[in-house]
């Protein structure tokens, strides 16, 4: 599985960003599929989180409310809609994916897959 991500970039404290991240297979319904960020010197940490099914979605306490998650089987791409955004938000965010079918748990070690990050910069 290779994973793509997109649409970062500088905006303003209140902006919106959308990321996209493009997986390659003929199995993408098989992925769960995740969202973490890394801030500098820290560890990567849980966004948002998206079942294989669709059926759930996790968020962190921190973008509840302003991040949405979803994905499109057609395009096999999962999205972070990133509204409100943030300076604390500023973070280098990446992709990832697991086809284990199993229920999704919002931790890195979850995943086996992982996409090359993409930078978010919020300015206030």
């Known amino acids: 599985v290779q994973l793509q991500a997109s649409g970062g970039g500088s905006v303003q404290a209140g902006e919106s960003l959308r990321l996209s991240c493009a997986a390659s297979g003929r199995t993408f319904s098989r992925y769960s599929m995740g969202w973490f960020r890394q801030f500098p010197g820290k560890e990567r940490e849980f966004v948002s989180v998206v079942s294989w099914s669709g059926a759930t979605t996790l968020y962190a306490d921190s973008v509840k409310g302003r991040f949405t998650i979803s994905r499109d089987g057609a395009k096999n791409t999962v999205y972070l809609q990133m509204n409100s955004l943030e300076p604390e938000d500023t973070a280098i965010y990446y992709c990832?994916?697991?086809?284990?079918?199993?229920?999704?748990?919002?931790?890195?070690?979850?995943?086996?897959?992982w996409g090359q990050g993409t930078l978010v910069t919020v300015s206030s």
């Open positions: 990832a994916a697991d086809d284990r079918l199993r229920p999704v748990i919002p931790k890195v070690s979850f995943y086996q897959y």
